[in-house]
C-alpha cells in the first residue's frame, strides 16, 4: 500500500508546475453554479482571500484536468491529469510539488522551509497516514484547502492565536479520537484545549498578545508534530525557559522525575508559578513524594528551607518597597533605595531560578546578599520616615503661631466693634 | 517708623488722595457679608501662587527630558522644596474651589447687576484663565496621570467646530503630546496666562474698589426710602478681617502639605498603554463625565462636538448673565436666575461626584 501512494506521490510530483495565467476558468464556471455545497463552496473560497489564486495559481495546478474545456467528461479528462480531490499521501505530494521545491519557492517565498512533507513523514499524522489511516490530519486539514491565507495573517488557521483551536477540531473531539491510544494502551485524552486554556501560556498569548507564548506546535513540532518523549520534556520547555532546564538538568530530580518539568507544572494546564508550590506545606507540590514535617527525609528539610528563605526576602522586599514608596510620595529622596530593591527583586529571581538545582545551600549566599539589601533598604526608609516626623512636628509649631496670630486678630476686630 | 516712612512719602508724593480713599471706604454691614471674604481669599492665593511658582521656576526645567527629574529634585533635594511645590499644589486646588465659590456667592446674590456688570465679566474671564492655569499647569511634572489627561483634555478642544483642529495643534505643538506641548504649556502657563490675569485682576479690582461692595437685593429691599446701611470702615476693620480669613487659608494650606503631599508618580511614557482610571483634575471632571454620556450621535451630529459647543454656549451665557437678568438691573427679585445657580451647583457637584466614581 505504501508502495502505491509513494508510486502516486511521484507521478504527481512528475508534472511541472508553472502558475497558470489568468485565462478562462471553466471550473469555477462551473462549479459556481453547483446547488452541491460541497462543489461550490470551494470556488467561493477560493476565489476570496487565497495565497495561491492572488500568487497566479489555479484549481488545475492542484486538481489537475483541463480549464479550458466547458465539457465535464473534457476537463475531468484523467488524460490531462485530473485526479479530482487530492486525499491522503496524494494531498502531501500535491502540496510539496511546490513546497518541497526549494527553486521554485525562492519565486513566491524565499525564506520558507521547504521540509514539509519530510518533516511530516516523521510525525504521528504522517506515521499513521503511511499505515494507511485516512483519519489523520494532512496539509488541508490545519490550513484548509481553498482560501489558504499565509500563516502570517491572523485570520490564518495556524495563525499563533488560533493553532490550539485548530489542533482541537480533532484532539478535543472523543468520537475522533475513541480509536487513538498512547503507548500505554490508555485512551488519548481530549482534554488538551481545556487544560491549555487554563495556562499560563494561553494567558500569555490571548491576553498578553505575546505571539512568541507557545501553543501546540511550540512543544510538539507543527509539521513533524509528535508528543515529546520521555526524558525529552525539559529539552523542549528549556527550548525558552533555558536557565531553569539547565539548572534541573544537574539536579537529582532529572533522574528521578520521568515526565521531567511536567511533574510538577503539569503540561497542557501550565499555571503561573508560585512561591506556594514549593515546599511541602500548604499547597506544596513537593509533599507529592515528600512527607510533610519528616525530619528525617533530606528532601522535605531541604525543600522547606529553600521555601522560608524565599519567603523572607520576599516578605522584606515586600516590607521596605512599601515604606520607600510612602516616604518617597511624601518627598523624601530614595531614589538610590529603589534601585537598590531591584537589585533585592533581581537576587529573589535568581533565588527562584537557583531552586530549580535543588541544593539549598546553593540558595543562601543569594538570599543573603538580597536581605542585606532588603536592611540598607529598610534603614533608609526609617531615616526618611524620621524626616517626615520632623516636618510635622515643624508644621505643628506653625500652625500654632498662625493660630496665635488668628486669635490676636480675633481680639482685636472685637476691640474694634 | 510706619508714620515717618509715610509723612516722608506724603513729603515727596502727595498721598492725601490714598489716605482720603482708605479713610473713606467703608463696607456695608449686612447679615450676606460673610461672602466678601471669598474674592479676597481668592486673590491671596493667586499672591501664593505667583510666590511659590516664581520659586518653583528656578529649579524647574521645561523638557520631556528634564521636566519629571526637575520636579523630582525640587521636592527631593532642594530645602524646603517638598513644602513649595506642595503649596503650589494644594493653593492651586484651593484656588479654583474658592474662585466658584466666590462665582457663585455673587450669582446668588444678583452681585453682577447694574452698575457691576463689568466686574462680573472680568470676575468670569478670570475663572476661565484659573481653569486654563489649573489645565497647563496639570501637565508640567510630565508625569503618567498628566501626560494621559491632557492628551484626552486636547482631543476635546480638537472636538471644536471649525477651529478645533487648529486649536488642537496649536495646544499640542503638533498631532500628538509630546514634549513641544509641553514647552507650549509652559509658556501659557508661566507668562501668558500670568500677564493676562495680571491685567484682568486690576481691572477686576479696580472695578470694585470705584463701585464698592454690592448689597444683596433683598437688604436693599427691607431699607426705608432714604435710610442707608451701616457700614464698616474698610481700613482696619474689614481688612483685619480679611488678613484674618488669609491666616486661616495658610494654616489650611500648610496642613494639606505637610500630611497630604502631593504625589509625584510615575515619568510620563508616551509608549506605555494608558493606564486604567485617567481623569482630569476635580475641576474639569463634570464637563469630562458630561462629554462620556453623550451618545456618540446625536440627530446625525457628532455627540462629543456637540457636547463641546453646548459647553461654549453655557460659558457665553455666564458672560452675559448681568444682561440678560433684566429684573434684578431694576433692583427686583430674579428667582429664574437663582433656579439657573441652583441648577448649575447642583449639576457641578452630581456630576463630579458621578465622574469620580465612573470607571
Redesign the interface.
Known sequence: MRTVWLFAALLVAAVPVRAQSAGQNSCLTCHSTQTDKRLSTPTQLFTQTDIHRENGFACVDCHGGNAAESDKARSHDAARGFRGKPAGQQQIAACARCHGDAELMKRYAPKQRVDQATEYATSVHGKRLATGDGNVATCASCHGAHGVRRVSDAKSPVFPTNVANTCAVCHASPVHMKDYKKADGSPLPTTQLADYQKSVHFRALTKGNDLSAPTCNDCHGNHGAAPPGVGAVAKVCGTCHTIFAQKFEKSVHNELFEKGCVECHSNHAILKPSDDMLGTSGHGICATCHTAGDKNDKGTLGADRMRADIDALKAGIETSSALIERVKNAGIEVSDQELALREASTKLTLARTEMHAFVPEQLDPIVADGAKIVAAAQRAGQDGEAELKYRRTGLAVSLAAILFVVVALAVKIKSLG | MIAKTIAWLDERLDLSDIRHFVEEKGVPIHAQKVWYYLGGMTLFLLGVQIFTGILLLLYYRPSAAEAYESV?FI???VKF???I??IHSWSANLLIGLAFAHFFSVFFLKSYRKPRELTWVSGIILLFLMLGFGFSGYLLPWNELSFFATKVGTGIAGAVPVVGHFTLRVLRGGDDVTGATLSRFYGLHVAILPAITTALVALHLLFVQRQGMSVPIAVEQKLKPGEKLRQMPFF??YI??D??AW??V??VL??L???Y?W??GRKADPFAVVPPGIRPEWYFLATFHTLKLIPSHVFGLEGERLGVVGFGLVALFLVAVPFLDRRSSRGERSPLFTAMAIAGLGYLIVFTILGHYAK
Do not use: C, D, K, S
Request: charged share 15%.
Open positions: 523630582q521636592v527631593t533635594r522644596g517638598w513644602l511645590r506642595n482696619p476693620n483685619l478681617r488678613v484674618l491666616y486661616i495658610i494654616a500648610a496642613a502639605a505637610a500630611f503631599p504625589e509625584l
